[in-house]
């Protein structure tokens, strides 16, 4: 009987569980969306108990639909949409509130308060994050200040926090164990990445009980084993956490220092392996923990561009330019340029570099030849400007060349859009056989630990490229185009 690694892959729009053979390929995946709910302008929240009855029905379907039983599943990965906060009563179990999703502005008051108070700096140096409505502090600052009650149930003790993973770990092992790993712990804004501690005067700052917080363990171990209610009368090992993004950097095996991921999802997430040093951006980058593994943490630098596939779905259902995303290729290449058009799609402002959530998107060049392929055209291009504006970023704050880009996520089946980046990079870009990197970091992490797999370097071996492009334009031109970015760029922050 062949054993199975399986992924559960927490994301924004939908769960997933992937089922993972030996030589880390995909053998059946099951899906499941949730409900998005905005309760006011700008407020992006997920029912947990939903994302928690999506992950069960997934890990219950993918089964079904590899016609196999749990017993053939040697570990369980988890990866999840990072910063989204859960609060939850430890005598009930049920959240007190609904998780706040990374995308949520609810707390820009808090954090403009804070910036005021002049602690900017203070949790820069010790967190390698800003003080941006992005991350979990001030959520769960927000919900503390917000839910009848719930101050005071922090204060004795009753209630718990967890990003995502912690929340699914929690639930899997019918409320055992409270754990989080490195890379999720460094996206909350209360974690302090370089004494590996929760921080006590961050949390005193934030005013937030250190007895709701999950003990924070490496990204590789056994943190506890599925009830059997849970999975089919079987003791699972949960054996691998970590962010997405930072499990994307480990399924495309990035294992080396320099070497450079995105992810060309809803957003786009940059993250550059530093190895064992966490360098400090000048540059609006993050510094991020990429993964606790073998006794230490690794390091990574992080761009974080907030609309990107999602630009694409907005002329979709937006603008109705057509029916389905892929369609935006055959329409890009029907035009041998955008012909001057610049799309800025700052939709929810922009994250790296220039951090500024108060503009809004825009659009430069229009003449009276203007068609809707160079309108599409110049929105693709868009994603691959925003990915230069971070890469520039990275290499200046690391000092490291860039020598290729490793890509993955839903946009990077477009090939217009792939050559476009490689021409604005001028390195190759480097599109592997396994686009859902994500759930395969995850699943890598979990085999590592129950001894599936053996060491990075076969985990690296088994990393194959579908497709290589290599630039193909010429210096002057990609100047030209990206300076004409620039100019948008700059203009749609003088209209805000
Ligand atoms: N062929 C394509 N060309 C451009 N964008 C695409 C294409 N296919 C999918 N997308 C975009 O990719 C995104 C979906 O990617 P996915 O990795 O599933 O996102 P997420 O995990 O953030 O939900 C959507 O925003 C969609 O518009
Ligand atoms: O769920 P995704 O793939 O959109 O990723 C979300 C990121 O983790 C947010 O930081």
């Not at 079904?64 to 009930?92: F, L, S, Y």
């Amino acid at each position: 009987m062949e054993k199975l690694m399986m992924a559960l892959d927490q994301g924004t729009t939908s769960s997933r569980a992937i089922l993972f053979n030996h030589d880390g390929e995909i053998i059946e995946v099951a899906q499941r969306e949730f409900e998005q709910f905005f309760p006011k302008s700008g407020w992006v929240e997920h029912d947990a108990n939903e994302i928690w009855t999506s992950i069960t029905a997934c890990m219950a379907e993918v089964l079904r639909k590899a016609d196999i039983g749990p017993a053939q599943i040697a570990g369980i990965g988890i990866t999840n949409q990072r910063e989204t906060t859960v609060v939850w009563d430890r005598h009930t179990n049920k959240p007190i509130h609904k998780a706040i999703v990374w995308q949520s502005r609810q707390t820009t008051d808090i954090c403009k308060s804070l910036i005021n108070q002049g602690y900017q700096d203070t949790f820069r140096k010790k967190t390698g994050l800003l003080m941006d409505p992005y991350f979990s502090g001030t959520k769960v600052k927000w919900i503390l200040d917000n839910v009848e009650g719930a101050r005071e149930k922090a204060d004795n003790g009753d209630l718990m926090f967890g990003t995502i993973d912690s929340w699914l770990i929690y639930k899997l092992t019918g409320g055992e164990v409270h754990v989080t790993d490195y890379s999720n712990a460094s996206r909350t804004l209360l974690f302090n990445i370089h004494d590996l501690n929760w921080d006590d005067e961050l949390l005193s700052i934030l005013d937030i009980p250190k007895s709701m917080l999950p003990e924070v363990k490496s990204s590789s171990e056994i943190y506890g084993t599925t009830i059997d209610y849970h999975f089919f009368g079987h003791n699972v090992p949960i054996a691998g956490v970590a962010g997405d993004q930072h499990a994307a950097l480990f399924g495309q095996a990035c294992f080396e220092q320099g070497m450079v991921k995105n992810t060309y999802g809803t957003g786009c997430f940059v993250l550059m392996n530093t190895g064992e040093k966490a360098v400090e951006s000048n540059h609006g980058l993050l510094t991020t923990i990429a993964w606790g593994l073998d006794g230490k943490v690794e390091y990574a630098l992080e761009g974080s561009i907030f609309v990107a596939g999602s630009a694409v779905q907005w002329l979709r259902d937006g603008l109705r330019m057509f029916t389905d995303a892929k369609q935006s290729e055959e329409y890009a290449t029907r035009v041998t340029s955008s012909d001057g058009v610049y799309l800025v799609p700052a939709f929810v402002g922009l994250g790296t570099p220039y951090w500024d959530s108060d503009v809004r998107g825009a659009m430069f060049g229009l003449t009276r030849a203007t068609k809707k392929e160079h309108v599409i055209r110049a929105t693709l291009e868009a994603l691959a400007y925003q990915t230069k504006d971070v890469v520039e970023a990275m290499v200046g704050d690391a000092a490291i060349p860039l020598k290729s880009l490793r890509v993955d996520g839903g946009a990077v089946k477009n090939n217009f859009l792939m050559q476009f980046q490689s021409d604005m990079l001028g390195v190759n870009v480097q599109r592997p056989v396994v686009n859902e990197t994500t759930a395969l970091g995850a699943a890598y992490l979990a085999g590592l630990a129950v001894g599936f797999w053996d060491s990075k370097q076969q985990i690296a071996s088994q990393w194959k490229i579908d497709q290589t492009f290599a630039p193909a334009m010429q210096q002057d031109e990609r100047d030209q185009l990206y300076n004409g970015w620039k100019k948008a760029v700059e203009a749609t922050r003088v209209f805000k």
